[in-house]
C-alpha cells in the first residue's frame, strides 16, 4: 500500500481561519457539493486529478492526466 498526498482547495472569505476551515468543510460535505475534484500526488511527484462526480457515470473510475508535478 503506498502513500499518498490528497490536495482539495478552495478559496473563502471568512472573519478567521476556523471558520474559513468550518465552511470549507461544510461545502466539502454538503448533499449537492461540487467539491468532488481533488489532486493526488504520489512519492514520485506525479499529480493525477481526480473527480469524484456522481453526476458523471463514468467520473467515478475516470483519472485525468498528469497535471503537474510538485518539488518540496
Do not use: C
Not at 476556523?18 to 511527484?45: C, H, I, L, N, W
Amino acid at each position: 500500500m503506498q502513500t499518498y498526498r490528497v490536495i482539495w482547495e478552495i478559496d473563502i472569505e471568512a472573519d478567521s481561519p476556523e471558520e474559513a476551515a468550518e465552511m470549507a468543510r461544510y461545502y466539502q460535505t454538503k448533499p449537492s457539493t461540487t467539491a468532488t475534484v481533488f489532486d493526488v500526488r504520489e512519492k514520485t511527484g506525479k499529480i493525477t486529478r481526480v473527480d469524484l462526480s456522481e453526476d458523471d457515470d463514468e467520473a467515478e473510475d475516470e483519472k485525468h492526466p498528469t497535471v503537474g508535478n510538485f518539488h518540496a
